[in-house]
């Protein structure tokens, strides 16, 4: 490579792999598999060793990413988090053993456990009662999760026996099993949502609900793995698992220990196999030094101890051909391609089809047509290309061009900075979309109209007798009976379930108009906030941003969503129908607030958050999610976050606390 080429692709590295930082750590969205990003990475790293003139301090090998949300407080850890070294092969896993025994002699102890495939969580116990929870973060600094982690059965909330420390942190993986996500999926699918791609990122995703009933809902669990402490009464990782099991933590009960790594590797060899039998998703071993004294001597890099390593998995993989790639487009206009694949057994099914995420994906790997391709499911689950036998490429094959043009319309595609998917832009008139959204309508998490699916819209798309959702409200019970498979008393329900969506609450009419971004979860704070939709059309920029959960991109999306005029007409339409277009008035209980907007942080002695949140509302106020110049107190409590406090102190913010604030509105 020239020197040329060799800077070109260490800039083209950097900008994939920061890409795919910000969609694993914050939108908790890979878009490419752990292993071809570790491959991506290392070859970034042996590029810039060998070139160091191109070094740069922002180049993603300098730093861990970060699952960090803004919507979260941000607190420091105690001890640091680490993530552990990743191997994939015996002989690195002897070497590792050498690196050991060459440090601390010939008798070490291994302890060998599985690798839970969900997301790192710290709990703090203080005299045997759990008083925090924070994600990993960047490794000093996570999101505060507590109220979440709360509601999984699985977490003490106080401690068993009496002989625990009085200070302590537990490490573990918050995972979501088999059956939890398969009926996730099922309800996601059901009200047109996108299904999660694999249970960990259902379990980082759940995790960061900002409603914990929510999280209660989708029933996560939690595995315990390493207990950290100032002078903890332990010098054995096995047996510090095991007294911890005693006290109620849930400690894998497959953890074992070994005096040789030759067991070590004869045990992963097991669970290689067996672990398909799992009710929950692991994708490898973790093997520790079991002596605490030695983990303390053998210390740590920056970012991993030298006592542990994590050995992956091999994912089943198989080859077979690509026959031909498609190109779908979705509600929001995504143009997805999906390559047709020659079918072929895979992990107990037939596969004939498989995601190929974007043009990005299909560039790195250099996917083509007629190619020997090797599948894998992701998470055990979902049919994903990794990669290519170019062995076996045909010689008069060519490089593959990603489509310029929607398939359905013919609109040009466009590609917004900073994402990777291309998007037809014609939202008003290309049909995947138009039918797309009037499926999202109807579905059960927006105006739930039982008995139109997805193949009565589309007949009544493709006959013209509806053009949009609104149409649903001037359809006539004749006009549903002439339809193929639908006789009278069909139509008879139908029309009575379309009739009885009119009385659907603001919040579900404002989820089923299917603004971008804008979820179940949002659509009810911004209904609270606003009350309806003529106040949500005319609400700016920083309105809209003063609501909780809503960032740049939700309110941008908004304010786009009512600048359209084909949507001014729909809502007009929906209007002239009789669908609640505006929250059902809360009677006050004064107007002490009225004008006022207010943000909460910290923890409280008298009331709750919500409860504080709900009073707010009682009393004519506004919930603020985050300080801005708009913002008129900071109700803070104990523990608040120290990002909100500077800002609300930046912009002159009054600062008050409980007592102050109950006396405002007159309550003792």
Not at 2 to 13: N, V
Not at 79 to 99: C, H, I, K, V
Not at 483 to 500: C, K, N, P, Q
Not at 575 to 582: D, F, R, Y
Request: glycine share 8%; aromatic share 8%.
């Amino acid at each position: 490579m020239s020197e040329k080429d060799i800077k070109a692709r260490i800039e083209w590295l950097r900008e994939v792999i920061e890409r795919e930082n910000h969609h694993y750590y914050v939108l908790n969205d890979p878009e490419i598999d752990d292993r071809e990003y570790d491959r991506l990475l290392s070859e970034l790293k042996t590029l810039e060793e060998q070139n160091p003139q191109y070094f740069d301090p922002a180049s993603p090998t300098q730093r861990v990413g970060s699952d960090i949300v803004s919507s979260f407080e941000q607190r420091a850890h105690r001890y640091p988090m680490l993530s552990l070294a990743n191997t994939y092969n015996a002989e690195d896993l002897s070497e590792f053993d050498a690196r050991c025994r060459k440090e601390l002699g010939e008798d070490v102890k291994y302890v060998c456990e599985l690798k839970f495939d969900g997301t790192a969580i710290s709990l703090t116990y203080d005299k045997g009662v759990l008083t925090q929870a924070l994600t990993r973060g960047d490794g000093t600094v996570g999101d505060d999760v507590t109220a979440n982690v709360k509601t999984i059965k699985s977490v003490p909330l106080k401690l068993k026996g009496s002989d625990y420390p009085d200070f302590f942190e537990m490490r573990g993986e918050v995972i979501m099993p088999h059956a939890s996500f398969e009926r996730l999926n099922s309800e996601r699918e059901q009200i047109g949502e996108q299904p999660f791609a694999n249970p960990r990122n259902a379990a980082a995703g759940t995790l960061k609900q900002q409603m914990s009933q929510v999280v209660a809902e989708r029933g996560l669990d939690c595995f315990l793995y390493y207990i950290v402490g100032d002078n903890l009464p332990f010098v054995s990782h096995f047996d510090a698992l095991t007294k911890c099991r005693e006290w109620g933590f849930k400690v894998s009960e497959h953890m074992k220990r070994f005096g040789s790594m030759r067991e070590v590797l004869e045990y992963i060899d097991f669970w290689d196999k067996e672990r398909k039998k799992l009710p929950y998703d692991t994708d490898g071993m973790v093997i520790k030094v079991d002596d605490l004294p030695e983990q303390r001597r053998m210390g740590t890099t920056a970012k991993a101890p030298r006592w542990a390593v994590a050995y992956k998995f091999k994912a089943e993989r198989v080859a077979t051909r690509l026959e031909s790639i498609d190109y779908q487009v979705g509600r929001t206009g995504a143009v997805t391609p999906v390559a047709n694949l020659s079918p072929v057994r895979l992990a107990g099914t037939t596969v004939k089809r498989a995601s190929l995420h974007n043009a990005d994906q299909i560039a790195i790997l250099d996917i083509r047509v007629g190619d020997m391709v090797y599948v894998e499911k992701g998470g055990e689950i979902i049919p994903k290309v990794v990669g290519v036998d170019l062995s076996q490429r045909p010689e008069e094959s060519k490089p593959l061009v990603f489509i310029e043009r929607c398939p359905v319309c013919g609109t040009p595609l466009v590609r917004p900075e900073g994402e990777a998917r291309h998007y037809c832009p014609n939202s008003d008139g290309c049909r995947p979309q138009k039918v797309g959204k009037i499926i999202h309508f109807v579905s059960r998490g927006a105006m739930n109209i039982d008995g139109l699916g997805d193949e009565i819209i589309e007949m009544l798309y493709d006959k013209g007798l509806i053009e949009d959702y609104a149409d649903l409200y001037s359809l006539r019970r004749e006009q549903l009976a002439a339809l193929d498979r639908m006789g009278e008393r069909s139509s008879d329900l139908l029309v009575s379930a379309i009739e009885a969506s009119r009385n659907a609450p603001f919040h579900k009419l404002l989820f089923a108009l299917g603004i971008r971004f804008v979820g179940a979860t949002t659509a009810s704070k911004l209904a609270d906030a606003f009350g309806s939709l003529d106040a949500l059309a005319a609400a700016s920029f920083e309105e809209l941003l003063a609501v909780e959960e809503v960032g740049e991109k939700i309110a941008g999306s908004i304010i786009d969503f009512f600048k359209s005029q084909h949507n001014i007409e729909l809502i007009a339409k929906l209007k002239e129908a009789g669908v609640q277009t505006s929250a059902a008035k809360k009677e006050l209980r004064s107007d002490r607030l009225a004008g006022m907007t207010i943000v909460i942080s910290g923890t409280f002695s008298r009331h709750s958050r919500e409860e504080y949140k709900d009073m707010i509302t009682a009393h004519g106020g506004k919930n603020g999610s985050s300080v801005s110049k708009n913002t008129t107190w900071l109700l803070a409590g104990d523990n608040m976050g120290p990002a909100k406090l500077k800002k609300a102190e930046q912009l002159g913010v009054e600062i008050i606390d409980e007592e102050r604030f109950l006396e405002t509105i007159g309550e003792e």
